[in-house]
DNA sequence: CGGCATCCGCCCAGATACTG
DNA sequence: CAGTATCTGGGCGGATGCCG
């Protein structure tokens, strides 16, 4: 039974995270795959063709990058564009819903850039103590 | 090469996200899985012991339980007091470093809860349109 | 250029059993 | 109560090859 707050995922009440059946844990899951946030933030300046955003993004495989844009695309996040040239271009671009998304993501990003000092610090002082 | 933000990691300049060395990839990753965020907002309103956590937190395991908490305790992002009581009594609590993140996350989990219905039905139409 | 299909190794996560 | 230890399989992600 989940005490924080009592009500329940299938219903009449407020949804809530930590419940294994709620929706929004869907949402959690996707925020939690490794290249979501990286590709959706990168977005926000304007669209962007694939292979732009697997040159960009150091790092990511063709596959995942793949995948990726086809799960935020479905999700109504961001948009695909096929332009018939040769060889054919494709565009990628974010969406008013992607953005709000893109808006409360950023933060975090901040956030890994303000403290990752900190935090690699307290990492080291934890393994200096493990092996003392 | 990277465009969006021609700082390099390894340095004198700004830390940028989209370089996979650099370190702020590592807090990313962190953030990124699927309990860190959840634990983490859960221990914003007060200690908890490790069942509770593990009771209140659903479908989670005791195996992803304990190694999502050494995670976190590594990072600096909680503290693991043990009470000499018979059987032991565990209490995990967050830091300041800790709060200013789950401040940080707390809006996502919100996001979520809000907007999952459009996630929703955006996923649907995807759905239909392939499959019509 | 922008993918998809296939194969495959490896790690992650669950289940189970045991301990202080 | 609060974990660790071990085994195991399923899936994730990389590499390669092919196509419109």
């Known amino acids: 039974m989940v005490i924080k707050n009592a009500a329940k995922a299938d219903g009449q009440n407020r949804p809530n995270v930590y419940d294994a059946n709620c929706p929004t844990r869907v949402i959690l899951d996707r ?38 844009l086809r799960q935020l695309e479905r999700d109504g996040l961001i948009t695909r564009t096929a332009i ?4 054919v271009t494709v565009e990628y671009a974010i969406t008013p819903l992607g953005r709000t998304l893109a808006d409360t993501i950023k933060p975090l990003t901040e956030w890994a850039e303000h403290y990752f000092g900190d935090v690699q610090r307290a990492q080291q002082q934890y393994d200096r103590a493990q092996a003392g």
């Open 31 to 68: 925020i939690a795959d490794k290249w979501t946030v990286l590709v959706l933030t990168f977005l926000e300046d304007g669209p962007v063709r694939f292979n732009a955003l697997r040159r960009q993004i150091d790092g990511i495989s063709q596959k995942m990058l793949a995948q990726t």
């Open 84 to 87: 018939a040239t040769v060889p």
